[in-house]
């Protein structure tokens, strides 16, 4: 880690909202109440394809204690428009249909009807009354399957974009997408040999342990206001606001504190619903989703299905590449093929690319971003593929990455030159890692994997406020996910030059500070990081107007240090300084309270690049794959927090070791989803995993004062092909699907030798 | 459904309240006595969040009823700390960051306490096994080990 001039930049402080966290007093969505707060429940269909013919509510209503239903009806009709959803994009037509069904129902789970009532137990009853008469219709589950010619038809009126001529006939490909650099098929032609597999990822979700709630109270004049656990209290006022034909100051949304989101709380599922159910009932409507309706109803991400033709020279030149990337978007179209395309080659400098997307709508639940939102599935499939190459051509992982690595000036398929980045930087430090350089223990293998994101900026307000007493309130519209609250105090004490525990940090609501996208991008220390610096400096340009006034002084002789205004020099003439304390004291003699402001749309969030080195054992027997060692480098730009950078390169990983080993969604014949619980749905728990060593590399972001990058995605990334490798080394049976699971890891290696599995 | 009457002692303070029959302990505690600390991540007994120590054992509150808490002691994460003053856990896990989003940890705390309690000088091994029935999506785990190993060294060195 590189020596830093900072006094709390790079530091490890105590995070403000700790001692809130560690004592059960943080208040996360299900812990809000209010005054005559009715029950919410949501009525799901039974079906993965249904036409709706009719739902009758009489019953229900009839039932005492049942003080609204809420139907699609409910919720008007919407254009047919692409909007931005944290880093993804959603149509608007097809958001409200996924709040409530409208004609069809389209994945088991889906929303078809919502009551509230005084309580949970009358509530469940109530949906028991509600009578629809379904026409059941063939579904499709799998990707490849969906795309077929004769393929049941979810939207009879897609059109598949990105072909011409625009396609007469429906089709389940609501998009197809290219990127092409140089010429491939002749980059080809100069390749030595040609390496082409497939592979395929499942489903997976995001699995924050915080269930989806909110609570929204309607009131007689049309205002509204709503506690729910989002990522982006804005973007879900955006939404209930579209959704439900309200303007943006009849809705204040507060954020609780948020129990995990990695992209999956982007999006609204239960707020324009409670919002509805509480204007019709004229009561708050307080709406939990179980874990069972989290699995079967929101995220997951995507599965594909992932085709990868690399050519490379004898010397180790990737000299061309053919992706392919074919993504569920779920049951609505708006899959984050893009970035799955744009991330899978991003790590290389490849003079001939192509890269072709799908995006595939089928029979599951609408798939929500998750960390790196497609990045991690064509990943998989890539670097799987390097590292067959490296095989091939029997040179190290990394020095095969390092002849190929993507670095300043390199033009991307997906159109950018990059700036400056550390992929280099990054393999270097996994080369010479004290894990890199050990010796693989008898009986066990090592894999490379590397990885990417692009890191985003866009929109953030924050403003500072000096208090009475010379502390200093810092206030975002960041919800803080894992510790944000701690890096912005960090770099507002920083500016101030003053003690972090004079900071306070605060997450405003929708009312209190002025519109910042999501948490999500990993932009939060970027973007909101640099409107909470400038919305200081802001502060600090008053301070001094402020002391230049008691000392009737030009405000260009005086000079804010160590939190203190200071004369610019002796000519100024000799004053004692002014802590912001005294200036804070005489503020109403000088012009009144002292705050800052600042607002803008960053730009220049740095990518990022990762590459993770993992030590496993795999049992022959059962397909058990034993982690023993596990390193996440990455470039970080500069860590505010180290403590948190580190976590989120260990949380990244983690995931993607579930992702890898364990996870998936599973469907029955019908359509129905089998494994919608903790116990079936496997998480890594304590006792799978090893430490996550990490190792920060620190290429500093030119475009932000304390160099920042974004580093919440990367680590995600690289996990799974890293594992795939380990497993190919320990094995010389090359995983294709994931997860590698034991049942197919030992079916795997049973096929590979079907002499010893008969015996 | 006539309610139940339950005495009981809840963070050492004697507690009554009504439940019925079908109740959770979860449920009465966060709904009931407004103690939100304890979380529900899944219901089912899975996922740890609503980790409470009944007796001395480690109990998930989702799985066990209202009723059952007669004539107990339970504690939950509300009662973790000694008056203003954060139990070494707690402090150890602010300090090392042990938590992300924060929302598996008064769980995590409970039954890390209570790993503590039955076995005072743990092996790394020994944290992850104890551990094992509270799910973190955050972390990794590695920051949580670390805080809990170093926690029990660091009474170890009290104690001594
Ligand atoms: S809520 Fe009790 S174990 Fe998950
Ligand atoms: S810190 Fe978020 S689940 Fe553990």
Redesign the interface.
Known sequence: MSEHRYKWVGTRQNRPDGADKVTGRARFAADFNLPGELVGQVLRSPHAHAVIKSIDVSRAAALPGVKAIVTGADFPEQPDQVVPAGEMQVNLRDVTRNIMAKEKALYEGHAVAAVAATTADIAKKALALIEVEYEKLPHVIDVREAMAEDAPILHPQMRTEGVTPTPSKASNIAKRLEFTKGDAAAGFVKADFVIEREFTTQPVHQGYIEPHAALASASEDGQVQLWTTTQGHFQVRGFCCRLLELETSQLRVTPSEIGGGFGGKTVVYLEPVAIRLSQKAGRPVKMVMSREEVFRASGPTSGGHVQVKLGATRDGRIVAADVTVALQAGAFPGSPVGPSCMCSLACYDIENIRVVGFDVVSNRPKVAAYRAPGAPISAWAVESTVDLVALELGMDPIELRLKNAAKKGTKTHYGPTFGVIGMVETLEAAKASAHYRSKVKPGHARGVAAGFWFNIGADSSAAAHVGEDGTVTIISGSPDIGGSRASLAMMAAEELGIDYDKVRPIVADTASIGFSFVTGGSRVTFATGLAVINATRDMIHQLKLRAAKLWEVDVDGVVWQDGEARPSSTNVGEFEPLSLAKLAASASRTGGPINGHAQLNAQGAGPGFGVHIVDLKVDADTGIVTIDRYTAVQDVGTAIHPSYVEGQLQGGAAQGIGWALNEEYIYDARGKLQNAGFLDYRMPVASDLPMIETLLVEVPNPSHPYGVRGVGEVPIVPPMAAIGNAIARATGVRMVDLPMSPPRLSAALDAASPRLAAE | MAKIHVTTTVNGEPTEFLCTATQTMLDVL?DVLG??????????G??G?CSIIVDDRLVCGCLMLGAEAEGRRIL???G??EGDK?HPL?QK?????A????????GV?IAAKALLDRNPDPT??E???G????????????????AVLEAAAEQKEIAR
């Open positions: 966060r103690l939100t600390g304890a979380k529900e991540g899944c219901g089912s899975d996922c969040a939950t994460i509300e973790m700390a954060l707690q896990f602010v300090e090392l960051a938590l992300q989003c924060g929302v598996c940890t008064p705390l790394e091994t944290v992850r096994f551990l094992a029935g509270n799910l973190c999506r955050c972390t990794g785990y590695d920051k949580i080990v670390r």
